[in-house]
């Protein structure tokens, strides 16, 4: 055992063995960029079809009448698709007069597309996230391994009786420890690196998501509870105007027929009275008296 731990410990104490880590820390900073980066750059180009597709129509009329080949579109994206399928049953038509030509939303866009969109195109933000802070842990880590053999194989020199060998161990342990710190310092700018470079791909995808949600709620018009409340306050007042016109149209009316049917009547029972008196009046004017 002792023996494997001391031919690490020399192995770690190689010169060429820091250059070694320092390449290895900086291709494992590319492969995860390039695994990033392939899935970003995917939800990226999906993105922008669905902002495409958003920005062919024209206001809210034109959105509800192309809503069935708007809908086919977004529900064929390959990273929105999904999200698109659950949100589409929230949309309805806009009660209410003046936006009979309009789609509704129950749901604003951005509570259903989010940073969630990230995770259906198969990015780990909680492992990206991390990734600076292993490069970094990682170059320090070696660089603590590398001193930890350098002063192993120099606490012999520095504990001989002889000052020239102790100079030169020491002079030895100095060099390997400066020599150490390049793991280090590849790890950190690794990480510095990798850091804005993803932090600048994360804004352009937060960026088309927004667009995306903004396109979308500007070709609709929102159906809240406030809204459907003032909608049925109006149909009630409207309702109200009419019941009042429709009484008052009665009030005046009824009276008129009453009148009418009265009138007709009362000539009609009158009608033999008349009758009888005219003939009572002609046989008067016909009566002459005896002589």
């Known amino acids: 055992m002792s023996a494997l731990l001391d031919h690490l410990l020399r192995l770690a104490a190689a010169d060429w063995v820091p250059w ?121 880590l070696f660089s603590f391994l590398g001193l930890v053999a350098a002063l192993h194989f120099a606490s012999a020199g520095v504990m001989a009786a002889d000052v020239s060998r102790t100079q030169d161990a020491l002079g030895h342990l100095l060099a390997a420890a400066t020599f150490k710190f390049t793991t280090s310092i590849a790890g950190l700018a690794a990480s510095l690196v990798f850091s804005w470079r993803e932090k600048a791909q994360l804004y352009e995808l937060q960026w088309r998501i927004q667009r995306f949600c903004a396109l979308l709620e500007a070709r609709m018009v929102p159906i809240t509870q406030e809204s459907l409340l003032r909608l049925q306050l109006q149909e009630t007042s409207e309702l109200t105007r009419h019941v009042r016109r429709l009484s008052r149209s009665v009030y005046v009316r009824v009276p008129e027929a009453l009148d009418e049917t009265l009138s007709g009547e009362l000539r009609t029972a009158l009608r033999p009275l008349h009758a009888a008196i005219d003939a009572a009046a002609g046989r008067l004017a016909a009566w002459q008296p005896p002589m």
Do not use: H
């Open 20 to 140: 070694l880590l320092s390449g290895a820390i900086i291709a494992a900073a590319l492969l995860l960029w390039t695994a990033f980066s392939r899935r970003a750059l995917r939800l990226r180009r999906s993105l922008d079809e669905a902002i495409a597709v958003l920005e062919e129509v024209d206001g809210q009329v034109s959105f509800k009448r192309r809503f069935s080949t708007i809908y086919r579109q977004l529900a064929a994206n390959e990273d929105l698709g999904e999200e698109w399928r659950a949100f589409a049953p929230t949309l309805a038509a806009a009660p209410g007069a003046g936006v009979d030509d309009a789609m509704g939303y129950t749901r604003r866009p951005e509570e259903a597309f989010d940073e969630r969109l990230l995770a259906q195109a198969g990015i780990n933000m909680r492992f990206f996230s991390a990734v600076p802070n292993m490069l970094v842990g990682a170059g320090l």
